[in-house]
């Protein structure tokens, strides 16, 4: 099969870009408004996007509510989702009237952030707090909808519950992290998925080397 995106004739029954571009990091977006009115989402357009300084964005189609606070106080949050969270991260992508607190809807207690106002999910492993550095609108598709507009923000401070801290490194596994695929579709991240695999070091006479033994903290 091969298909121009312009005229999109998969012939599939459901479009299936968002079910090759996988797994999705699923960043759960806290804001609060200006009224002080706490509000969650989660969003599967997120990534990094760099780590000097530490970045992330999401894309959000439209103009919703998450979008709106940060554009309004410059200030978010992103809790991973687990499986152990799934119910509730589920519950907070509800289409609810802007003002509602998504925390409340799903149960949810709300942690005080370091240093922004939105809080975290408290019984999230992980957080990023983030100060938003730009917005970008991307391409509007004619005839095909709003378009998304992305919203990137530098992290400002991480929380990581220490139980999760073993022998000076972060038991991602452990946290079982949720990514999302295509469709209705979800996985989650067990130890039994993880590999490791060392880059190659291009040696003088142009032959690659891949480093034995414990990795030696170097991204190269
Ligand atoms: C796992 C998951 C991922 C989602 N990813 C996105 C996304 O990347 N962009 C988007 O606009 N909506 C996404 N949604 C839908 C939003 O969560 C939903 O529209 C929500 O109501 C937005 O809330 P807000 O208006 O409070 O920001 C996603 C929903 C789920 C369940």
């Not at 997120?46 to 992330?56: E, L």
Request: glycine share 8%; aromatic share 10%; with cysteine.
């Amino acid at each position: 099969m091969y298909y121009t995106t312009d005229e999109n004739k998969h012939g599939l029954k459901h479009d299936p870009f968002k079910a090759l571009a996988i797994p999705r990091p699923i960043g759960w977006i806290s804001t609060t408004s200006k009224e002080g009115k706490h509000n969650l989402a989660p969003y599967s357009f997120f990534n990094a996007i760099s780590d000097r300084p530490p970045m992330v964005m999401f894309c959000s189609a439209g103009h919703k509510d998450s979008l709106r606070n940060i554009e309004e106080t410059g200030e978010f949050t992103c809790s991973l989702s687990t499986w152990d969270l799934r119910n509730e991260m589920n519950v907070s992508s509800a289409t609810v009237p802007y003002g509602v607190d998504e925390f409340a809807l799903a149960g949810l207690e709300p942690a005080a952030s370091g240093q922004v106002r939105p809080p975290r999910v408290a019984r999230s492993p992980a957080a990023f707090e983030c100060k938003h550095w730009k917005t970008i609108e991307l391409p509007a598709p004619t005839g095909k909808g709003t378009p998304y507009i992305m919203v990137l923000g530098t992290v400002v401070a991480i929380y990581i519950d220490d139980a999760y801290v073993r022998d000076g490194m972060v038991d991602t596994p452990a946290m079982k992290p949720l990514a999302r695929l295509g469709y209705m579709d979800y996985s989650v991240l067990t130890r039994e998925a993880v590999f490791e695999m060392q880059r190659p070091i291009a040696q003088p006479d142009g032959s690659l080397k891949t480093p034995s033994g414990p990795w030696d903290g170097v991204y190269r």
